[in-house]
């Protein structure tokens, strides 16, 4: 599975951004999709994640009642839609799949898209 990832950019506080992941190679269907993000100076960690059906979502703290991750797989995407952006959202965010494992450890995912910057100013 080839992922790419988009829609990172500039943001406000407050704001919204929204992330696509487009997955190549293979179906998306098959696969637990996750969002992960890697802050400048600190280590990658888990932002959301999503069954391979949809129904199911599970969110980090931080970001939780302000994310949402979505998929279309029909269209092999999967989406982060960001609300109420704070500058601690500033990172680089990562796209993740895998064809067992519904996660949050970084460890268990075997295919990654390439990231996608957002910054989030004051």
């Known amino acids: 599975v080839q992922l790419q990832a988009s829609g990172g950019g500039l943001g406000q506080a407050g704001g919204s951004l929204r992330l696509s992941c487009v997955a190549s190679g293979r179906t998306l269907s098959g696969h637990v999709m996750a969002w992960f993000r890697q802050a400048p100076g600190k280590e990658r960690e888990f932002v959301a994640r999503i069954s391979r059906s949809g129904t199911s979502t599970s969110y980090a703290d931080v970001v939780k009642g302000r994310f949402t991750i979505s998929r279309d797989n029909t269209g092999n995407t999967v989406y982060l839609q960001m609300n109420s952006l704070v500058p601690e959202d500033t990172a680089v965010y990562y796209c993740?799949?895998?064809?067992?494992?519904?996660?949050?450890?970084?460890?268990?995912?075997?295919?990654w898209g390439q990231g996608t910057l957002v910054t989030v100013s004051s």
């Open positions: 993740a799949a895998d064809y067992y494992s519904y996660s949050s450890s970084i460890e268990d995912y075997a295919y």
